[in-house]
């Protein structure tokens, strides 16, 4: 079963517009989340982490809400820009666990 | 350079062919990954290895073995490959598991005819 969902399959935004990419999580061990970027013919590489005692992280255009009580969070990608378009993905993991989970992720497409 | 490498890039058999596929890192990390991306499925991790010798079972390991040859160099096997093998095969290393960044490699595709 999926323990880390992203309910959109993809995402189409205007340039300029902020992009919210969705994310949530079955496991209340989790405390970990980072997000992952992928480009076409790439692997994906980190772009932002948070851990669960905080509620915002925040790094340039790339600010991760997190709803702990609620078990979800979102990826917001301000003033987004055509080269941001890649696919997004998800991650969760818990101290006392082995591995991170990733979500199916979100391919997003901003429009020039 | 790159600090995680995968080869082939490409790769095309038949079903029961063997294959192997090879990865190489450089960042001195201890633990590697073998995932495999699919639409609507993400990213799956078949296995993993926390040093040379050593091998644990993934979310989907079925149908492959693997093999941590060095701390640097991490193979997948697929010994009777099948069409539903065909997919995006990637990469990885991290110093540890749950809190520390993952480095991927490039992927490799694989097309079981």
């Known amino acids: 079963q999926q323990q880390v969902r992203q309910s959109s399959q993809s995402l189409t935004v205007w340039e300029g517009e902020t992009a919210i990419l969705n994310c949530s999580y079955e496991?209340?061990?989790?405390?970990?989340f980072p997000w992952y970027q992928q480009f076409p013919g790439e692997g994906p590489a980190l772009l932002i982490a948070?851990?669960?005692?905080?509620d915002k992280k925040e790094d340039g255009r790339f600010t991760i809400f997190f709803n702990k009580r609620e078990k979800n969070l979102s990826l917001h990608i301000k003033d987004s820009q055509p080269g941001d378009s890649a696919t997004y993905f998800c991650a969760a993991s818990a101290n006392s666990g082995t591995y991170q989970r990733f979500g199916t992720g979100t391919k997003l497409q901003v429009v020039p | 350079e790159a600090a995680v490498t995968q080869s082939p890039r490409n790769k095309v058999t038949v079903t029961g062919g063997n294959v192997t596929l090879s990865c190489r890192q450089t960042?001195?990390?201890?633990?590697m990954y073998w995932y495999r991306q699919d639409t609507g499925h993400g990213l799956r991790l078949i296995h993993y290895s926390y040093g040379a010798g050593n091998l644990q079972i993934g979310d989907v390991p079925d149908g492959y073995k693997a093999t941590r040859t060095t701390q640097e160099d991490f193979f997948l096997l697929l010994e009777l490959a099948s069409p539903s093998q065909t997919s995006l095969y990637f990469c990885?290393?991290?110093?540890?598991?749950?809190?520390?960044?993952?480095?991927f490699g490039p992927g490799t595709r694989l097309t079981v005819l």
């Open positions: 496991n209340s061990a989790f405390d970990y």
């Open positions: 990885a290393s991290s110093e540890g598991t749950t809190r520390n960044e993952q480095y």
């Open positions: 960042n001195s990390h201890n633990y």
């Open positions: 948070i851990r669960s005692v905080s």
